[in-house]
């Protein structure tokens, strides 16, 4: 409980400051950037669609996190502006280990509705997002919270495989050329075997096999300051696995996260993230992640010479 009050109590800071942002520009007379052609915010995917002919690539990470360097990669590109494929990298939440640690995933999304902005009407697009059993293990200093409270837990080592199949619902109303909001919800299906931990005397113990489904939500503003920059405040739940207090057993659940920063375009279709994230199972502010990355859009379909109906 303690936790999640000093989540709500970061995100609302993080909010404020977005707010006293938001302010500043609120005057000012700007003219948006062509298209913020990419299909999500921070994390979370958003109601838009590549256009068709569109690769995107995103390039990045999160630093001064609690276990050292997280990376990700993604490959995007748009099909016929009904459809979109996404390879990349994703990471699994868990506190059994002191960093996240990386899977890869491919996704297929589809235009639900494509809404008319005239109206308000949202742009809602459905995501199937899967992986294929995934090794996850780590030993020593990469074990954190229960595993290694006070050094005496007892646990030397975890090795287990994953697999995770998502399904979102996403939806983004343009509310104005400046303001958009989106949010959604999504149905995570967690599984996991070979489930194995080895003690300080390096006995080994195996434990059951886990399957559930869990059902969150994520919503995010994204408001445009002026004519090269949007900021972002991304607040979300997403998967977590983790040990019981008494490290006897492991469980599924989930946890909250909030984000907030800025996407900043310096050419039309390159854009560069940087923000802040927060995830309810830190201890406190110095465990907050500075997340940077690279965005970065190519209009295959131009360069072929192929035209767009």
Same mark, same amino acid.
């Given at each position: 409980?303690?936790?999640?009050?000093?989540?709500?109590?970061?995100?609302?800071? @993080?909010?404020?400051?977005?707010?006293?942002?938001? $302010?500043?520009?609120?005057?000012?007379?700007?003219?948006?950037?062509?298209?913020?052609?990419? #299909?999500?915010?921070?994390?979370?995917?958003?109601?838009?669609?590549?256009? #068709?002919?569109?690769?995107?690539?995103?390039?990045?990470?999160?630093?001064?996190?609690?276990?050292?360097?997280?990376?990700?990669?993604? @490959?995007?590109?748009?099909?016929?502006?009904? *459809?979109?494929?996404?390879?990349?990298?994703?990471?699994?939440? #868990?506190?059994?280990?002191?960093?996240?640690?990386?899977?890869?995933?491919?996704?297929?999304?589809?235009?639900?509705?494509?809404?008319?902005?005239?109206?308000?009407?949202?742009?809602?697009?459905?995501?199937?997002?899967? $992986?294929?059993?995934?090794?996850?293990?780590?030993?020593?200093?990469?074990? *954190?919270?229960?595993?290694?409270?006070?050094?005496?837990?007892?646990?030397?080592?975890? !090795?287990?495989?994953?697999?995770?199949?998502?399904?979102?619902?996403?939806?983004?109303?343009?509310?104005?050329?400046?303001?958009?909001?989106?949010?959604?919800?999504?149905?995570? !299906?967690?599984?996991?075997?070979?489930?194995?931990?080895?003690?300080?005397?390096?006995?080994?113990?195996?434990?059951?096999?886990? /399957? /559930?489904?869990?059902?969150?939500?994520?919503?995010?503003?994204?408001?445009?300051?002026?004519?090269?920059?949007?900021?972002?405040?991304?607040?979300?739940?997403?998967?977590?696995? %983790?040990?019981?207090?008494?490290?006897?057993?492991?469980?599924?659940?989930?946890?909250?996260? #909030?984000?907030?920063?800025?996407?900043?375009?310096?050419?039309?279709?390159?854009?560069?993230?940087?923000?802040? /994230?927060? %995830?309810? !199972?830190?201890?406190?502010? *110095? !465990?907050?992640?500075? =997340? =940077?990355?690279?965005?970065?859009?190519?209009?295959?379909?131009?360069?072929?010479?192929? /035209? %767009?109906?």
């Amino acid at each position: 409980m303690r936790k999640s009050k000093e989540t709500i109590l970061y995100t609302l800071l @993080f909010a404020a400051v977005l707010a006293i942002s938001l $302010n500043a520009y609120a005057e000012e007379e700007t003219e948006a950037v062509k298209d913020n052609y990419f #299909s999500r915010m921070f994390i979370a995917p958003t109601g838009r669609m590549l256009p #068709s002919g569109i690769v995107g690539l995103s390039f990045g990470g999160a630093f001064a996190t609690q276990g050292g360097k997280e990376y990700l990669g993604l @490959f995007s590109i748009g099909l016929g502006g009904v *459809a979109e494929l996404e390879v990349s990298t994703a990471h699994l939440v #868990s506190n059994v280990f002191s960093s996240s640690k990386w899977i890869g995933t491919t996704a297929l999304k589809f235009t639900v509705y494509n809404g008319k902005p005239e109206t308000m009407l949202p742009k809602v697009m459905l995501a199937f997002r899967s $992986n294929r059993w995934s090794s996850i293990e780590g030993s020593g200093s990469d074990l *954190a919270g229960p595993a290694d409270e006070d050094g005496n837990s007892g646990i030397y080592s975890v !090795d287990f495989k994953t697999h995770i199949t998502s399904l979102y619902l996403s939806a983004t109303s343009e509310l104005s050329p400046k303001l958009s909001v989106s949010g959604g919800l999504v149905w995570h !299906d967690v599984r996991t075997k070979d489930l194995w931990y080895y003690s300080n005397n390096y006995q080994p113990t195996e434990l059951e096999d886990m /399957k /559930k489904s869990v059902v969150g939500a994520f919503c995010g503003v994204e408001n445009l300051l002026n004519p090269t920059t949007y900021s972002i405040l991304e607040v979300g739940l997403i998967p977590e696995i %983790r040990f019981d207090e008494k490290m006897e057993k492991m469980h599924i659940g989930q946890l909250w996260y #909030s984000m907030v920063g800025v996407r900043f375009f310096f050419r039309e279709m390159t854009a560069v993230d940087a923000g802040i /994230k927060y %995830r309810s !199972d830190y201890s406190g502010l *110095a !465990d907050a992640e500075i =997340v =940077v990355g690279l965005n970065i859009g190519i209009d295959i379909a131009k360069e072929v010479g192929v /035209k %767009r109906r």
